[in-house]
């Protein structure tokens, strides 16, 4: 029985010591509450500004003018071929060649077959001119009643198929100068020119190849003038038109700015991809701009007053396009500030909605802060 009491005693007196601590723990040996820290940063002020309205689009550099040169002439050898990729050529130059033996044979039988017809019209007329005075004389012996009807008759039969003859011999050299005229076009076929000025992009075939007219021989393109073309959103279609400046950006040339300007704008809305295209022209007479290279374009569509921040005041929400900022009230507290941002320019990007004007953000400092986070400012 004494046992039983005692371990009821001892139960007691631990539950009571427990008691007693969790009290001692809860009122008296409290923990010495910390005082934050203000955190330092930099402010500005958001500010009206007049920033420049463009539009930022992509695109490839593609040339204005660009041609395959197709040989004329079916199945012949092609004898030479005096242009190579990255050749340039100007209008006119002879690029290539094909064998011309055949057609030189032709070209040399056509010449001597209107030397032919020529030679027997000077026959004619020399004929003809001995034959019209003897015609002459006795067509008046024959007025005077002179010469008998059958002389006359005689005379003037001979004369008039003279005149057939001539007659006959001009149509003669027309048709020898209509078929030499031909041959000599056949024969300039045999060679081939470069239809445009520009650089040589492609070589199809080799020399001694033969010749077809549906198979190209190299291409031309003409790179002095390019152009980009790029797709404009239906809400931006109404701020483009013709003639606006645009600026272009190409990464073989990271400090390089092209200037060009709108050329080309189809009004017609794609209905699949909602947009309408539109072609800058840029003059590119150092050939630093190629066929094929990615182009960034600014089109410059004006200016308008804004409310802007320096772009260090903005942050991003990790995996989102949520972009925010810390707005400092009169009591020296960061708040933070979800906002929508629009065009920018260098450094300065507005901010269209969630800030007014005057208000002080943060530029320095903002990876430490939190909503209600005290601050100090510094310089």
């Known amino acids: 029985m004494k046992k039983w009491k005692v371990v009821v005693v001892l139960v007691f007196v631990v539950g009571v010591g427990y008691q007693g601590y969790r009290f001692y723990k809860r009122h008296v040996h409290r923990p010495a509450v910390r005082l934050q820290a203000a955190v330092p940063v930099k402010v500005t002020r958001a500010e009206l500004k007049n920033m420049t309205f463009k ?20 199945g012949e050898i092609l004898q030479r071929l005096y242009v190579n990729e ?3 050529v100007k209008a006119g130059q002879i690029i290539g060649e094909m064998e011309k033996e055949t057609i030189a044979a032709k070209l ?12 027997n019209l000077s026959q004619i007329e020399a004929k003809l001119g001995s034959i019209k005075r003897d015609y002459e004389r006795i067509k008046k012996l024959y007025a005077q009643k002179v010469v008998a009807k059958q002389r006359w008759d005689h005379i003037r039969a001979q004369y008039e198929a003279t005149l057939a003859a001539k007659k006959l011999a001009i149509a003669q050299i027309k048709q020898a100068q209509a078929a030499l005229k031909e041959v000599q076009i056949l024969y300039s076929n045999h060679t081939i020119y470069a239809p445009i000025s520009g650089l040589v992009t492609a070589r199809y075939v080799d020399e001694g190849a033969m010749s077809d007219t549906k198979t190209p021989i190299v291409r031309i393109t003409n790179d002095n003038l390019v152009k980009v073309v790029v797709a404009i959103s239906e809400k931006d279609l109404p701020h483009v038109n013709l003639g606006q400046m645009a600026y272009i950006k190409v990464d073989a040339y990271p400090k390089r700015l092209f200037k060009g300007k709108i050329d080309i704008l189809n009004l017609r809305i794609d209905p699949v991809t909602r947009t309408a295209k539109a072609e800058i022209y840029i003059a590119n007479k150092d050939h630093l701009l190629k066929p094929g290279m990615f182009a960034r374009v600014s089109i410059i569509l004006g200016q308008k007053q804004v409310v802007a921040v320096p772009r260090d005041a903005l942050q991003k929400m990790p995996s989102t396009a949520v972009y925010y900022l810390f707005v400092i009230d009169k009591g020296n507290v960061a708040h933070l500030r979800n906002v929508t941002t629009g065009i920018s320019e260098n450094n300065f990007v507005e901010i269209k909605k969630g800030l007014r004007a005057g208000e002080i953000v943060v530029v320095y400092g903002q990876n430490r802060l939190k909503e209600g986070t005290k601050v100090e400012v510094i310089q």
């Open 86 to 88: 990255g050749d340039r």
């Open 108 to 119: 040399n039988q056509a010449k001597a077959a209107l030397n032919v017809a020529m030679a």
């Open 55 to 74: 539009l930022d689009l992509v695109g490839n550099i593609e040339p204005i003018q660009e041609v395959n040169v197709y040989p004329k002439i079916a």
